[in-house]
């Protein structure tokens, strides 16, 4: 049994997804096969690679943890903002220049929208961009790294937020209103720009456009 989320390949074509009610991170080869990186007292979720040997995780009951992937050793990276513990924090993204943007979900929704994105930069700064979040999930950057997109899953929605040189953002509106019993989850940019929403809920990831006009869809046929 598992709940499996975060996958993210590295350098070599091997798949990492962490396995989050049983705190482990499994690496899938090539091949098709299995091997357990981490097992440890925690509720990983979202992954990046932080460098060819680390592997970032946002971890709902601890904060931001890193593990080592060839010793399997997982250590704290931030637990809290200020004095503050994070409601649960859920996905991550890098930009080019190494700051990370990453959101602090909880138990947060329509009737309770405190979710937070939040942005660290190299030297360790944190600074909350959005702190009225209805359940803030996915999160990815546009191609020039100009806007940030974020799934609000209980909102049922994907925000996009301008961001501006000294890294803070502004006029944040509503990009995209989907429906169902549950909203948008993971986010990614493809090659061609368009945004690739994936929506748990009704089984299908939607293909979206600079409008956000749906110009496809991929169904999980497995659950329909």
């Known amino acids: 049994e598992s709940f499996i989320e975060g996958p993210v390949f590295d350098a070599q074509g091997n798949l990492y997804v962490t396995d989050i009610p049983y705190g482990r991170i499994f690496r899938i080869g090539a091949t098709g096969g299995w091997d357990l990186v981490a097992e440890y007292d925690g509720e990983p979720n979202g992954m990046k690679f932080l460098n060819d040997r680390e592997l970032l995780i946002t971890d709902y009951k601890n904060g931001l943890m890193a593990l080592d992937i ?72 546009s191609p020039d790294e100009a806007f940030l997109f974020v799934a609000m899953t209980r909102g049922n929605c994907v925000w996009r937020a301008p961001l501006f040189p000294d890294g803070s953002a502004g006029k944040v509106g509503q990009f995209f209103t989907s429906y169902g019993p549950s909203g948008p989850d ?21 293909v979206l456009n600079h409008r956000a006009e749906p110009v496809g869809a991929e169904r999980d046929t497995d659950r329909h």
């Not at 993971?186 to 939607?206: C, E, F, K, Q, Y």
């Open 186 to 206: 993971g986010l990614a940019m493809d090659t061609a720009s368009r945004l690739i929403v994936s929506n748990p809920g009704l089984g299908w990831a939607w």
């Open 70 to 141: 060839t010793t399997g050793r997982v250590t704290p990276y931030l637990d809290r903002r200020n004095t503050e513990r994070f409601k649960g924090v859920n996905d991550l993204v890098f930009d080019s220049r190494g700051n990370l943007y990453f959101t602090d979900q909880g138990q947060t929704g329509v009737h309770d929208p405190t979710g937070r994105v939040y942005r660290m930069s190299p030297q360790g700064k944190l600074d909350a961009l959005i702190t009225n979040a209805p359940s803030p999930n996915g999160l990815v950057l």
